[in-house]
């Protein structure tokens, strides 16, 4: 059994300060989360930025200086988010891989989400994908629902591996308008998996009330995880999330009590491909 890779998804793009004073939303609180939940074992870190007001914002400016100051405190992997918000242009979508991170999500097609439509077209997603080869940038491919796992094989058959040659890919479980956070859907992707190249890992995150049966599915079935406060503001019933460290203490217990601890990241630069893009 495999140590577990945790990323930690601090910010997201969703939710506003005001509702939940918790969230790093500053450059001095988002490095200060950093290295507190690297220091608890999480090896990747999945980026969405703010602007001044607290506002999501793709400025490639300060994605430039989160991507520095988050290289400079931690050691941790920095994904960049080419998601942003469901407003988000393409064109500033695809800017974020001038920005220079290790990784960049790439999600793999276009889903409900909430009230909103989170738009990826297929010639966005292939100009992303062969951008992040060109770059030597890893991708992480984000999964809302099932068919987002035959468009990713569609993909790589026509435009080959990512850089650096291994296939990671990151269930997002629980959306409004994607696939439920049930055992059943994350055993019906794990068996999706069959299709793509020997060897590809899944990291899941269950969103909302989903976190807790997503993580220990994934837990079981040999995946890694994704939490955080872009996924998840409640702790417990009647309690909000008081930190991101809280989440990510959390899967490291879950992780351990699996044992099945946490991978540094030195070996998640490994299994990620990233020593070799
Ligand atoms: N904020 C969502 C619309 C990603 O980061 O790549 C998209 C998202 C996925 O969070
Ligand atoms: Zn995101």
Redesign the pocket.
Known sequence: MTATLITV?PT??ESTKSDVPALPVTLDELVATAKECAALGASVI?V?IRDGLGRPTLDLGLLRETVRALRQSTDLIVQL?S?GAVTDPEADRLRVLDAGPDMA?CTMGTVNFGDDVFLNRWEFIVDLHTRMQERGIVPEYEIFDLGHLTALDRLLSRYGLPAGGHVHVDFVMGVPGGMPGTTAALVACMSALRDLPLGTTFSATGVGRATIPVMLASLSAGGHLRVGM?DTITYAKGRPVESNMQLVARAVGFAQLAQRPPITPLDARELLGLSKA
Do not use: D, I, N, V
Request: charged share 10%; aromatic share 0%.
């Open positions: 998804a997201g793009a999945h969405h988010s998601g999500s872009e």
